[in-house]
């Protein structure tokens, strides 16, 4: 059952959607790391759900953080942040009770935990507990940016509609910062949330990319074979759900280009190497070369819709017709974002204490 990621820093999720909380522990982190509510209180802000393009659940994320820092500040020992779970109604639930929703893990988790997971809003399967993983990323994004590292996501597509990729990279972070939407380009928000309230009214719901950078990775950082830069991304956005696709730099694009085309050429000016283009995605050989890393999540359409799908009785074995009413979201892809974001923070850090040792991220303040 594993529930646990990273290497040298680490970070467990725990609780189920409508269970009586959840929660997530950090351990790893060395003393002397600031703990800054309101970057705490931002990243929580930017998962919650809001206005008609969302579920209708508005939990208020009232957080404690119940061991691990003292004085505003990390002690060493391991953190462990708790969110409770207040606007709950499992009632929809009871009138599909034994139906596995089309998309959902209700089957596979029926299979894995031998009939006894909480299926009441998708149990631990539930992006619910994905808070618990902003906040406590909010905390490991505020030590690289205190090393110059800065992480940022915006919506490339949703919902057949594209966003402009990055293009100034620092100016863009700053834009995205301001933005609970992260759209770069607010014409292209505008008609994002016009076809997710299409679809909505329809019954139905949309998926689309998201597209992360991070700038100021040291060049060097990653670990081949097996714990590359990609092998480590890769493994903790495919624990997002509703995640299916992970690219990095041009992407499946290179299997159209040459071998020209594709590499990307290095020069030098005051000392500093670079390549002029970045189609590797700031990484080659698995290791960064101290450009941008840049990468895109696939996320696929909310599964849970009222549109009529055929499914199957776990208990009985009977085939069955269902429809998916209650509270949720035509739309995932914005809440997403901030996951995306918390989960980055955590692979950048905990590679970078593999290369620069344990107290790195604090060293400053020892």
Request: glycine share 12%; with cysteine; hydrophobic share 40%.
């Amino acid at each position: 059952m594993k529930n646990t990621f990273g290497s040298v820093l680490t970070v467990t999720v725990f609780g189920e959607s409508h269970g009586q909380a959840i929660g997530a522990v950090i351990d790893g982190l060395s003393p002397g790391i600031p703990v800054n509510r309101e970057s705490i209180e931002k990243a929580l802000f930017n998962r919650r759900p809001f206005g008609d393009i969302s579920t209708t659940r508005r939990e208020k994320d009232e957080y404690s953080i119940i061991s691990g820092v003292y004085k505003g500040f990390t002690q060493g020992t391991p953190v462990c942040i708790v969110i409770p779970n207040i606007d709950i109604n499992s009632e929809n639930y009871k009138e599909i009770s034994g139906l596995a929703r089309p998309g959902h893990a209700d089957l596979t988790a029926f299979y894995k935990y031998n009939g006894f997971s909480d299926p009441n809003g998708g149990g631990h399967f539930s992006g619910r507990v994905t808070s618990a993983l902003c906040a406590a990323g909010a905390i490991v994004n505020g030590a690289l940016r205190a090393k110059g590292v800065r992480i940022a996501t915006h919506i490339l597509r949703c919902a057949g509609i594209d966003d402009r990729s990055f293009g100034d990279i620092p100016k863009d972070i700053e834009i995205l910062e301001n933005k609970r939407f992260a759209v770069l380009d607010d014409v292209s928000a505008a008609r994002m949330a016009e076809n997710i309230k299409l679809a909505a009214s329809a019954g139905d719901s949309v998926g689309g990319v998201l597209e992360t950078v991070v700038d100021g990775i040291p060049a060097g950082v990653g670990e081949p074979f097996f714990d590359s830069v990609e092998s480590v991304i890769s493994h903790a956005m495919f624990s997002i759900g509703g995640v299916k696709g992970v690219e990095f730099g041009a992407g499946f694009a290179v299997a159209d280009m040459r071998g020209s085309e594709c590499n990307d050429e290095f020069r030098a000016e005051n000392g500093r190497i670079f390549t002029t283009t970045n189609n590797n995605g700031g990484i080659n050989g698995g290791i960064a070369n101290g450009m941008p890393v840049i990468f895109r999540c696939a996320v696929k359409p909310t599964p849970s819709v009222s549109v009529k799908q055929n499914t199957v009785n776990i208990c009985t074995k009977e085939n069955a017709v269902i429809s998916v009413n209650g509270r949720h979201d035509p739309c995932i892809v914005h809440r997403v974002r901030a996951v995306v974001d918390a989960l980055t923070a955590f692979c950048v850090a905990d590679m970078l204490c593999i290369k620069y040792g344990t107290d790195y991220l604090a060293k400053e303040n020892i």
